[in-house]
């Protein structure tokens, strides 16, 4: 009997042992880490907002578009453009559903390289179709738009982080630009700016009160920010007014086979210039490309007046630096606008850190960069933007005050910044510029 009892006793302990055991690997598997999480020394700002998060996914057509792909001889064939947006907005989830979400994403790219596509999922912290939040006013909305090549999903570290403070974001995949279907760079040229703002334009119909949408009456689309990367700082600084040079017009008509569609959105047309867009509030350009190929001039870029905050990798060697992405934010003196700048950094200061897929051996190289910098932890990355977004679109969105997070003395690298850790606000440079009077 005492070894029976003595036996029952141990496989006792031994089910509390595993049960234990169990217990932590169930809350390790909750504790994972996904894309745009809080690292230990994150700052202040980048932490979520008290929204849980839905995401839908929409089909958009813009009618009627120059196909510049098809177009020859000067004369501009047409078609109905097709773009997928992804959504995110503040959700009603019951307290027993978990916020998660599985993303479906590609790396390679059809484009020049041909590296074939391979599919790899990865999580987030939303829920798919929830329903959206029940609120007495409409939220502001944010659009977002990838670098070349991209996606709708190559930046949900952010796009689920502002959505969970309070605004309606909305991510383009921009057609002939994203890893799927990477077409030739004149389509990039000409679109862009295109894209933003006719997804400004569905976003703003699909909020209206006589909508069918689940969206109707919650998107306040005159309060909006415009976020680019790359290419989409290209285009959503055209669309914030800085109007594209007579040099540029000149090189897209020799791309084009002299199509000259492009003059639409020069600084020197007077119909683009009677397009100031009073809806837009806030203005964000991760590395915008264009500067150092003549994309703008000096009067493009007085165009330029709405608040823009401008984000760079001192040794970017796609937009480049002194000549390029910094040379933007000097040239444009009637805008108030400031330059956070990561030291020793290059071009990828905007994306998602790479998927694990990427560290497989045997990959091109550039499946990895398409992600990640030489330099810096691509989290550090995302925690900071977080911060700096957040502190940026809701001064001018929500009007709060963020100027304590926002106005640092240029010579404050050796202390800590406001909202920061200690001893984790180094390797950064935030400059401001007020408007020229």
């Keep these: 009997m005492k070894n029976t009892s003595l036996l029952s006793n141990k496989c006792i302990v031994c089910f509390i042992v595993l049960a234990l055991g169990a217990s932590v690997l169930l809350r390790a598997q909750k504790q994972e880490f996904l894309y745009g999480d809080m690292l230990p020394d994150a700052p202040e700002l980048s932490e979520r907002g008290p929204h849980q998060v839905g995401v839908r996914t929409l089909n958009l057509v813009n009618s009627n578009q120059v196909d510049i792909l098809n177009s020859k001889g000067g004369k501009d064939a047409m078609y109905d453009r097709p773009l997928t947006v992804e959504v995110w907005y503040p959700a009603e989830v019951p307290s027993e559903i978990e916020a998660?979400?599985?993303?479906?994403?590609?790396?390679?790219?059809?484009?020049?390289?041909?590296?074939?596509?391979?599919?790899?999922?990865?999580?987030?912290?939303?829920?798919?179709?929830?329903?959206?939040?029940?609120?007495?006013?409409?939220?502001?909305?944010?659009?977002?738009?990838?670098?070349?090549?991209?996606?709708?999903?190559?930046?949900?570290?952010?796009?689920?982080?502002?959505?969970?403070?309070?605004?309606?974001?909305?991510?383009?995949?921009?057609?002939?630009?994203?890893?799927?279907?990477?077409?030739?760079?004149?389509?990039?040229?000409?679109?862009?700016?295109?894209?933003?703002?006719?997804?400004?334009?569905?976003?703003?119909?699909?909020?209206?009160?006589?909508?069918?949408?689940k969206l109707s009456g919650k998107i306040n689309a005159e309060n909006t920010a415009i976020i680019g990367y790359s290419m989409g700082g290209y285009?959503?600084?055209?669309?914030?007014?800085?109007?594209?040079?007579?040099?540029?017009?000149?090189?897209?008509?020799?791309?084009?086979?002299?199509?000259?569609?492009?003059?639409?959105?020069?600084?020197?047309?007077?119909?683009?210039?009677?397009?100031?867009?009073?809806?837009?509030?806030?203005?964000?350009?991760?590395?915008?490309?264009?500067?150092?190929?003549?994309?703008?001039?000096?009067?493009?870029?007085?165009?330029?007046?709405?608040?823009?905050?401008?984000?760079?990798?001192?040794?970017?060697?796609?937009?480049?630096?002194?000549?390029?992405?910094?040379?933007?934010?000097?040239?444009?003196?009637?805008?108030?606008?400031?330059?956070?700048?990561?030291?020793?950094?290059?071009?990828?200061?905007?994306?998602?850190?790479?998927?694990?897929?990427?560290?497989?051996?045997?990959?091109?190289?550039?499946?990895?960069?398409?992600?990640?910098?030489?330099?810096?932890?691509?989290?550090k990355i995302n925690n900071v933007n977080q911060h700096f977004v957040t502190a940026f679109i809701d001064s001018l969105l929500k009007g709060k005050d963020s100027s304590k997070y926002l106005d640092i003395p240029e010579e404050s690298n050796a202390q800590d910044w406001p909202g920061f850790k200690p001893r984790s606000s180094t390797g950064m440079l935030l400059l401001h510029a007020e408007p020229m009077k």
């Design 100 to 213: 998660s979400v599985v993303y479906e994403e590609v790396m390679g790219t059809r484009g020049d390289s041909l590296r074939p596509l391979i599919p790899f999922t990865f999580k987030g912290r939303a829920v798919r179709d929830a329903d959206p939040k029940t609120s007495k006013e409409a939220f502001p909305l944010v659009v977002v738009s990838h670098g070349y090549v991209g996606s709708r999903y190559l930046m949900t570290y952010l796009t689920e982080n502002l959505a969970s403070k309070g605004y309606i974001v909305v991510a383009i995949g921009h057609t002939d630009s994203t890893f799927k279907d990477a077409n030739a760079f004149q389509s990039t040229l000409l679109n862009r700016a295109k894209d933003i703002r006719f997804v400004l334009n569905e976003m703003e119909r699909l909020g209206t009160s006589d909508s069918d949408d």
């Design 235 to 379: 285009g959503v600084l055209n669309v914030a007014g800085a109007g594209y040079s007579n040099v540029m017009v000149e090189f897209f008509g020799g791309m084009t086979d002299g199509s000259t569609a492009i003059k639409a959105l020069a600084a020197s047309n007077t119909e683009y210039q009677a397009q100031t867009d009073e809806r837009i509030k806030a203005v964000v350009a991760f590395a915008p490309w264009g500067m150092e190929r003549g994309v703008w001039d000096a009067e493009g870029l007085k165009g330029l007046k709405i608040p823009t905050l401008f984000v760079a990798g001192s040794q970017d060697d796609i937009s480049g630096y002194e000549k390029g992405i910094k040379a933007i934010y000097e040239g444009a003196v009637n805008a108030d606008r400031y330059l956070l700048t990561y030291r020793d950094a290059r071009h990828n200061v905007a994306p998602n850190p790479p998927p694990t897929e990427a560290l497989a051996p045997g990959l091109h190289i550039d499946e990895y960069y398409r992600y990640a910098d030489a330099t810096w932890d691509q989290r």
